[in-house]
DNA sequence: TGTACATCAGTGAACGCGCGTTCACTGATGTAC
DNA sequence: TGTACATCAGTGAACGCGCGTTCACTGATGTAC
């Protein structure tokens, strides 16, 4: 369906409704988590009837999709503007905690566990390369000090498939990829609540993450 | 509600049944995640009505505590036996990584997102610090080529409070705590499948991650 | 060993709820002449 | 500027479904004398 003219009042109008049904998705998503979104209890919220919302989204996997793909935009939009103003690699990395913490949820729906039965479509990983991209920019800059394993990087220097498109010296690809799985690591852990029955302090161990990655 | 003696037919019958119920749990969760897991969906699996299943849980959120104590339960008997055995720390690492994609859903159920509206029961914690505590004692055996940051230690140091009940070096604490936050930022990440965006080789990176942490 | 009673597993009906989604329709808004 | 028509937002009823949970009841199993 080839949307029309986005400029005439009915179009700006949609785009208004559609915002307002997403800010109301993701504040359901922040009460309750994804598995509980819920096209009727949005549109209650609204003020309107259950199935208004389909004048809006095909159905509750479209949402979804759009969220994700918002959420995605936003966390690529959040690192980019923080690497362009100057931002170095530990920078990007504390850009990425205040993303997460500023609303958990919608860091789970990207990197937590999946939503049963939702099949993320291709385009958010086109996104998601973006975000790779920026953070392996920071990397390649933040080289010279940082070490890498050998058994990886002959992983990594193998690993035409995806890094073609994406030059860059395998040490850097090394520490991006440790950079992400550790912070993962620390956040998805904290975001669940894991550190508090041992009482850790969850931005110590992200910030000595940090400096031991920047050996 | 005071069990009875357990080797009376009737008890044993039950205990059975509870344990058949649990195993199509886990086949449920295994297949649509945890917040999908359904008590009526479960009886009509095993031939019965609904609110049969009402003799042995008092309700859903009941079966999920259990289900929850079982994996952590089992997953401590494994790493125990393993340490038992003579697994060393990487011995360790394995085991748990082979525990988490035999099922990577009863993973997920332990340390991922957290099941929406669901609050893990108290005594559970207590299984949970006695993995923590096989792990520590490994750390603790593997310490004198481990690295340690030193603003991780003071926090460390400092941090009586549960470390009180578990004597262990500091250094040993930082090995434990970036073991469990770069392992489990590996494993979940390569459960919800991001490394396949990138066609990454997830045991290469947890391999890898392992030599890491021993130096 | 047999009878009387208590215990308990499991059933079927019912309650109230919310879900996603389709459909025929009303009424307002925009468009073309 | 006014009229005729097309477009589209939103409604209400309905479908079919599954959920958790309660309740009165049947029938089988165990217990006590």
């Known amino acids: 369906m080839a949307t029309s003219d986005p400029n005439t009042p009915r179009e700006r109008y949609r785009t208004q409704v559609r915002a307002e049904v997403m800010e109301r998705a993701w504040e359901q998503i ?5 598995s509980a979104l819920s096209l009727n209890a949005i549109a209650k919220q609204m003020g309107m009837s259950g199935p208004a919302l389909y004048r809006y989204f095909a159905n509750r996997d479209e949402l979804i999709t759009e969220l994700v793909r918002e959420a ?9 503007t923080a690497a362009d103003t100057g931002a170095d690699l530990p920078g990007l990395a504390r850009a990425l905690r205040t993303w997460a913490l500023a609303d958990p949820q919608r860091y789970l729906l990207l990197y937590g566990t999946p939503v049963p039965g939702y099949q993320a479509p291709e385009d958010t990983t086109a996104i998601s390369q973006e975000i790779a991209v920026t953070l392996i920019d920071a990397c390649t800059a933040a080289l010279p000090s940082a070490a890498s ?4 990087s002959t992983h990594l220097a193998d690993h035409r498939t995806w890094a073609a498109d994406h030059p860059a010296p395998p ?9 992400w799985t550790r912070l993962h690591g620390v956040l998805s852990l904290e975001l669940a609540g894991h550190f508090t029955g041992m009482k850790f302090d969850a931005e110590v161990l992200f910030e000595s993450e940090l400096a031991t990655l920047l050996g």
């Open 149 to 152: 394993s050998s058994a990886l």
């Open 30 to 34: 922040a009460t309750a988590g994804a």
């Open 72 to 80: 995605y935009r936003d966390l690529a939009d959040t690192l980019r």
């Open 171 to 179: 040490e850097a690809l090394a520490l991006f990829l440790a950079l």
